[in-house]
């Protein structure tokens, strides 16, 4: 067991440094979506004005809490601000991803937030439209006691400077319950990263000079293929 919670522990860590890299270089270099087309101004002004209210988390933050969780050994992840690649679909929305997971206790304790956020450019000063979503999973004694997605209210979020704008009231927050084909939290990240990018090739360039056990990736990968001619 502590093997295998080492694992997922030190491969969760290595993919989002890959994907915090990858986002970088996307937003503040190439200012590219990962289909390699330019980001729109109106999402570049989305962006900068976002970043003035929590600046991404930084590849150094990344490294320091990954030695200071290593060092501890308690396999807990506590993260924010994780500013995710331009999207292709829906490019005006800017996702970031936050994390809280303990893998000693994955039940009821494993929630990954995406938020969905744009700018309504039509409004000056620019003002923020968004909606959230959870992938988790759910406590072992609940009816939903399986890795899942459902929506959350970005009015509903504990810091107030994400109590954004623009997101309804009445979306509802405890149903539907909506399975996804993850089994550890590993594959719940690459089930994140297929929907909102949907391409197996993003996964891919991910992962690529991470060496794991086939069993994180190949059931996202049969899911991905699935509709193909045998």
Not at 194 to 213: M, Q
Request: aromatic share 10%.
């Amino acid at each position: 067991m502590p093997n295998d919670l080492k694992r997922d522990f030190d491969l969760l860590n290595k993919l989002i440094g890959n994907l915090l890299e990858k986002s970088a270089t996307l937003w503040r270099r190439k200012l590219l979506d990962f289909g390699g087309k330019e980001i729109s101004d109106d999402t570049k002004d989305t962006y900068y004005s976002l970043i003035d209210i929590k600046y991404p988390l930084s590849e150094g933050e990344f490294k320091k809490f990954v030695e200071e969780t290593t060092k501890r050994g308690n396999f807990q992840i506590e993260l924010d601000r994780l500013y995710l690649p331009p999207l292709e679909d829906e490019g005006e929305f800017i996702p970031i991803l936050a994390l809280s997971c303990d893998l000693k206790s994955p039940h009821g304790s494993i929630s990954f937030r995406i938020r969905l956020i744009r700018g309504d450019t039509k409004k000056k000063p620019l003002t923020f439209q968004g909606i959230g979503y959870r992938f988790e999973l759910g406590h072992s004694t609940s009816t939903h006691s399986y890795y899942h997605v459902q929506f959350t209210n970005l009015a509903d979020e504990s810091d107030p400077k994400w109590q954004l704008p623009g997101c309804p009231v009445w979306i509802p927050t405890l149903i539907p319950r909506i399975l996804t084909p993850a089994r550890n939290p590993v594959s719940l990240i690459l089930c994140i990263l297929l929907s909102l990018y949907g391409k197996i090739e993003f996964v891919d360039k991910l992962v690529s000079g991470i060496r794991a056990d086939k069993r994180y990736f190949e059931l996202i990968k049969s899911c991905t293929h699935a509709s193909e001619s045998p």
